[in-house]
Nanobody, 115 residues
Framework: QVQLVESGGGLVQPGGSLRLSCAASGITFRFYAMGWYRQAPGKQRELVATITSSGSTNYGNSVKGRFTISRDNAKNTVYLQMNSLKPEDTADYYC?????????WGQGTQVTVSS
């Protein structure tokens, strides 16, 4: 059974930082491209960041320079370091795993940026 379990969300003030984690099980993690997506209320889900099995990264325009995605294949975990957070970063953040025709989603973790 495949599981992607996100953690690390919460309430943070503007300008603050959070680190999200996504622990994967039931997949051969090192083969998978991993990603983070987010969905704010009333908006479509959007790309935040992705990282390939070889470590190449890609970021959504709104987070470039502020967020960093990384992975630890030994721990089957992908991370999202979020710095200089803004109120518009408020959303549910979802972990995503993709390999060939296989794709999986986590249940999401909520991030709220507010003073």
């Amino acid at each position: 059974q495949v599981q992607l379990v996100e953690s690390g969300g919460g309430l943070v003030q503007p300008g603050g930082s959070l680190r999200l984690s996504c622990a994967a099980s039931g997949i051969t993690f090192r083969f998978y491209a991993m990603g983070w997506y987010r969905q704010a209320p009333g908006k479509q889900r959007e790309l935040v960041a992705t990282i390939t099995s070889s470590g190449s990264t890609n970021y959504g325009n709104s987070v470039k320079g502020r967020f960093t995605i990384s992975r630890d294949n030994a721990k089957n975990t992908v991370y999202l370091q979020m710095n200089s957070l803004k109120p518009e970063d408020t959303a549910d953040y979802y972990c995503h795993a993709h390999y060939d025709s296989l794709t999986y989603w986590g249940q999401g973790t909520q991030v709220t940026v507010s003073s």
